[in-house]
């Protein structure tokens, strides 16, 4: 698909017409997305699944699984959130503006430019675009040619539902990214590896353009000697171990890694099988290049289980190498497949040096019992994301941002956080003209007598939220205090009917008997 992207450009009209449909047809376009994703699963897994560059050649269940079950998710928590996503925010006062009115208002950037990646061709492209439309943007969607069958089903399948002129597909490779990068946009939103993220950014510098880099890295497990440790190798070989998020490497004390290793062994029988090439949820790496890329960072690398490859398949068992150096090839970049280092430390002192020494990775994996060792790797380390006892889930919370920091990447997304990554939070201020004689206090002459009550109503912060409840508690307190004064006044009233009946009652002589 070509498509003239020059003639977006920053018109204003264009503007106003991408706010206009933004607020009457988001939610049509969220119920096509919906049908998107029902129509994929139900009438194009076949073909998705004989395509020999999906990692996951067999199993449907792990597609919905790991690419549509999310972006359903986004979908309907959008929907469902949206209108208190896109409403205004009040924001803490001073005295100087108490009476006027403050607020954040979220509004569109224009036209988003979403970069897709290969490892998760569907979840880590449609995700960001829930967003972008949330947002109010039109957006330009380029998956990645690498997974070039997840392409021509985007651009077959998204123009069904969306509105082209609006979401657009555009496809191929090298020269048709470079070609789109050369572009003015409001926003790039990039997947992908480090390397392609400075160009990325590069490019986007040149418009003085904003980017969101959703990067990787070496992310490491530390297994402390008190933990259940059969979660770090499930993490790390989901999806072949093509995954941004799952463990490159592990550190522990020495004595732990005999156990780890036979953890490692009897899980995989467990989840995997005797034989991991035919069960049908093992994945495949997507290409042989990747292939022999991942082979040639094991070459001087002890194997302590699996190893087993064959390259016309594509297929690498899964495999833990031990007693692995920091100097070890397989040490010098992100593995991006199913392929797990075990590096021995002293403890988890020498874990945080260690940790400390390299880039900052995308998550930071923490497995122990001691509530202490988890606060001091959050306090002592830095990284997108950090996860104790538990591998990969915290992409499921849409609560959290997901992003990386330094050479793991900038920006984060999910849930309302890709709202406002893909949105001007616009400063609003609407003065009030009731109280000129307060803003007299700005003009000239400016004398010490002014610049005390500035100091005063300008460093005061009213927090509104505060107030909102003190005026709340207040209001309940009176209330009930007339209530309760009510309640004794009718109490006494009957009170005094009742003793006034019964001295009455005693008071009256008696009548005489009946003849």
């Not at 925010?89 to 430019?113: C, I, S």
């Not at 090439?277 to 292939?291: A, L, P, S, T, V």
């Not at 306090?379 to 499921?396: E, K």
Request: with cysteine; glycine share 6%.
């Amino acid at each position: 698909m070509v498509v003239n992207v020059k003639k977006w450009g920053l018109d204003g009209d264009l503007f106003l017409y991408i706010y206009a449909v933004w607020a009457e047809n988001v939610e049509s376009v969220f119920s096509a997305f919906l049908s998107v994703q029902d129509n994929y699963l139900n009438e194009r897994q076949t073909d998705v699944n004989s395509d020999p560059d999906i990692v996951f050649p067999q199993s449907e269940r792990c597609t919905e699984l790991f690419e549509t079950l999310g972006c359903e998710g986004e979908i309907r928590l959008a929907l469902q959130h949206l209108s208190d996503w896109a409403a205004p925010r009040p924001v803490e006062k001073t005295l100087m503006t108490l009476v006027d009115q403050a607020y954040v208002q979220p509004q569109p950037l224009g036209l988003v430019l979403i970069i897709g990646a290969w490892n998760y061709p569907w979840a880590v492209t449609l995700q960001p675009l829930v967003g972008a439309i949330a947002a109010g943007n039109a957006a330009i969607i380029k998956p990645s040619e690498v997974s070039s069958h997840s392409a021509r089903a985007m651009e077959e399948l998204l123009p069904l539902y969306l509105d082209t002129d609006l979401y657009p597909v555009v496809t191929g490779g090298v020269s048709e990214t470079q070609e789109l990068l050369r572009q003015r946009w409001d926003h790039v939103f990039y997947t992908g590896s480090s390397s392609v993220g400075r160009l990325v950014m590069e490019a986007a510098a040149a418009h003085l353009t904003p980017v969101t880099l959703e990067l990787g890295g070496k992310s490491p497990c530390y297994i402390h000697s008190d933990c259940n440790i059969r979660e770090d190798h499930v993490g790390k070989f989901v999806n072949c171990g093509q995954t941004c998020i799952s463990p490159d490497y592990v550190l522990c004390e020495p004595s732990v890694q005999s156990r780890l290793l036979e953890e490692v062994r009897e899980c995989i029988k467990e989840f995997y099988t005797e034989n991991p090439k035919g069960f049908e949820d093992y994945g495949r790496i997507i290409n042989q290049r990747h292939f022999r890329r991942i082979m040639g960072l094991m070459e001087g690398s002890t194997v302590a289980l699996g190893g087993d490859c064959d390259e016309a398949d594509c297929y690498i068992g899964p495999t833990v190498l031990k007693d692995v150096s920091a100097d070890s090839k397989v040490m010098k970049e992100e593995i991006f497949g199913p392929v797990l280092p075990i590096i021995s430390v002293s403890g988890v002192d020498q874990a945080i040096q260690f940790i400390s020494d390299r880039e900052k990775p995308l998550v930071i994996y923490v497995f122990t019992e001691d509530k202490k060792i988890i606060q001091r790797m959050i306090a002592d380390t830095s990284s997108g994301a950090l996860l104790a006892n538990d591998c990969l889930v915290h992409f499921t919370v849409s609560t959290l941002p997901f992003g990386g920091v330094g050479h793991s990447g900038m920006g984060c997304y999910k849930g309302k956080h890709t709202f406002d990554q893909l949105s001007h939070l616009r400063s609003c201020l609407i003065k009030s003209s009731s109280l000129e004689s307060v803003n007299s206090l700005r003009y000239p002459p400016h004398t010490q007598r002014k610049i005390n009550w500035l100091r005063l109503l300008l460093l005061k912060q009213i927090d509104l939220k505060k107030l909102r409840r003190f005026t709340m508690i207040t209001a309940l307190m009176g209330l009930t205090a007339f209530i309760v004064q009510v309640t004794g006044v009718h109490r006494q009233t009957d009170l005094d009917t009742s003793e006034g009946q019964v001295f009455r009652a005693v008071a009256k002589p008696p009548q005489p008997a009946a003849i």
